[in-house]
Structures are given as C-alpha cells and as structure tokens.
Antibody
Framework: EVQLLQSGAEVKEHGTTVKISCTFS????????IHWVQQAPGKGLEWVGL????????IYAEKFQGRVTITADTSTKTVYMELRSLRSDDTALYFCATGDFFLVVPATHRSFAFDIWGQGTTVTVSS | EIVLTQSPGTLSLSPGERATLSCRAS???????LAWYQHRPGQAPRLLIYGASIRATAIPDRFRGSGSDTDFTLTISRLEPEDFAVYYCQYYSSSSMYTFGQGTKLEI
C-alpha cells in the first residue's frame, strides 16, 4: 500500500524560502508522479505542480512558475517542494498527492486523479 | 485554460435529503479525466468519483457522478451526517495541467 508522509509545520518570514517534503512508502516510487496542492485559509484547492521521479521532469502551474521548484530524491523516495520569495498569500496547507496505477494516463504517465494524499503541511508566512 | 465553475457555492440541506452539486466547464471535457473530491476540515481530500461516473474504492453507492461535455453533476442520494463537507470537481488536461473548481460547501 502506498502512503505519503509529509514534513512538519513551518513558520517563515516574508521574502524567505521554505522547503517541505513528502516521503513515499511502498513499492515502485518511480511509477508515481507526485503532485502538490495548496489550500489557503478560506480558499479552495489549487494545483501547484508535479514531478515525475522516473524522468525527473517537473511541471508547474502558471501561478507558481518561477517561485516553486519540485524535486525528487529516488534514494530516499522523498519529494521536495521549495517555494521562494514567500508572501502572505503563500500561507496555506500544502498536500502532496498521487494517483494509483488505474488513475494513470498511459500515454502521458500522469495521474488524472488523486486517491493517495499526504496529511498536509502548514506553511505560515509572517510579515 | 479550462475553468471549472461549481454551483451552488453553499448548499444547506438536512440528513436524509438529496444533494445535487454542479460543475460546469469553460470548454468540452474528456469525461475520463473529471473527478470529484470530498474535503472535510483538517483532513486530506478524499477521491469520490473519477472518470466522471466511477466510484472510487470504498465510496458508498449513495454518491453518483454523471454528466458529459461541459456539465457534470455529483448527486448524494440520502445525506448522512458525515457527508457535510466541501466538494470539489477537478480536471486533468492533456497538457498536464490540473484544475479544481472553487468548491461547494454542503452544510446542515
């Protein structure tokens, strides 16, 4: 059974950088692309980006492009999300997520839905 | 860019009633890539429906997804107390972009 375990809460100052992690447990880490989803206070879910650990390819939502980097360490089966130039609207709960094999589009190797989620990591940006 | 618009924003119902939640897309969608999630406060979202109408593992049959093209619906036939939460539709496009609707809050 695949599980995702996220790192603990972070409090950062405005303008700094945060790096949070998501550790995969289970087999075949490189078969799963790992996504990050943001939920700001009082707001809905917003997709941040993904990484395909098999190829090291990352794709980001336009809103976060240029400030976010998602990386993967295949030796520890851990995915990292780094968010730079933090501002108040980055204060949010961040989830990592993935889809099991039946939720993958074979042609693109992408999950089209997410049935496996981490527990969430709170990032608070203080001014 | 695909935009998903959910309605209503808030739906107030009682246990035992039927809930109908709408998700409208700005352009025609590939049904197989439309999903619905339930999100309770303090928890991770839970996948309910994928492929527009396929219930995910262990999802009760009172949850039903339907629709095509630009109009999709999540129906909960007989509300249980644990069903009161926020519901999101989500779409994956072939350009590897993922979009969520803004959510519908289902409240007692």
């Amino acid at each position: 059974e695949v599980q995702l375990l996220q790192s603990g809460a972070e409090v950062k100052e405005h303008g700094t950088t945060v790096k949070i992690s998501c550790t995969f447990s289970g087999v075949s880490f490189t078969d799963y692309n790992i996504h990050w989803v943001q939920q700001a206070p009082g707001k809905g879910l917003e997709w941040v980006g993904l990484i395909d650990p098999e190829y090291g390819e990352s794709i980001y939502a336009e809103k976060f492009q240029g400030r976010v980097t998602i990386t993967a360490d295949t030796s520890t089966k851990t995915v990292y999300m780094e968010l730079r130039s933090l501002r108040s609207d980055d204060t949010a709960l961040y989830f990592c997520a993935t889809g099991d094999f039946f939720l993958v589009v074979p042609a693109t190797h992408r999950s089209f839905a997410f049935d496996i989620w981490g527990q969430g990591t709170t990032v608070t940006v203080s001014s | 860019e695909i935009v998903l618009t959910q309605s209503p924003g808030t739906l107030s119902l009682s246990p035992g009633e039927r809930a109908t939640l709408s998700c409208r897309a700005s352009q025609a969608l590939f049904n197989s890539h439309l999903a619905w999630y339930q999100h309770r406060p303090g928890q991770a979202p839970r996948l309910l429906i994928y492929g527009a109408s396929i219930r995910a593992t262990a999802i009760p049959d009172r949850f039903r997804g339907s629709g095509s093209d630009t109009d999709f619906t999540l129906t909960i036939s007989r509300l249980e107390p644990e069903d009161f939460a926020v519901y999101y539709c989500q779409y994956y496009s072939s350009s590897s972009m993922y979009t969520f609707g803004q959510g519908t809050k289902l409240e007692i």
